[in-house]
């Protein structure tokens, strides 16, 4: 089965930045689509920024022009370069990948980022 390893997670003050990684395992995962999403406390999990399999992006108000989203799709794999943390950037951080053949869905566990002084 398809598993998604994500990493990169960490606390951090404001104004740092991390990256975070997410990373298919298992044979057979063809690339179609990858999403970053977070969660953060007492608020519902929101959209922070797509990229398709082509290099497309999309993102998020809150963190364009800070956050970078790039995939290899040779590896089934995504990541978000966060630059410019701020505390409201604190959230659990989940990846979710669309693989081809039939069209399938696989979420990460989750990283948590925390931005704090």
């Known amino acids: 089965q398809v598993q998604l390893v994500e990493s990169g997670g960490d606390l951090v003050q404001p104004g740092g930045s991390l990256r975070l990684s997410c990373e298919a395992t298992g044979s057979g995962v063809s690339f179609l689509g990858l999403g970053w999403y977070r969660q953060a406390p007492g608020k519902q999990r929101e959209l922070v920024a797509l990229?398709?399999?082509?290099?497309?992006?999309k993102y998020s108000d809150s963190v364009k022009g800070r956050f970078t989203i790039s995939r290899d799709t040779a590896k089934a794999a995504g990541y978000l370069q966060m630059n410019n943390l701020q505390p409201e950037d604190t959230a659990v951080y989940y990846c979710?990948?669309?693989?081809?053949?039939?069209?399938?869905?696989?979420w990460g566990r989750g990283t948590q980022v925390t931005v704090s002084s």
């Open positions: 990229v398709s399999a082509n290099g497309n992006t």
């Open positions: 979710n990948l669309l693989v081809r053949g039939p069209p399938q869905e696989y």
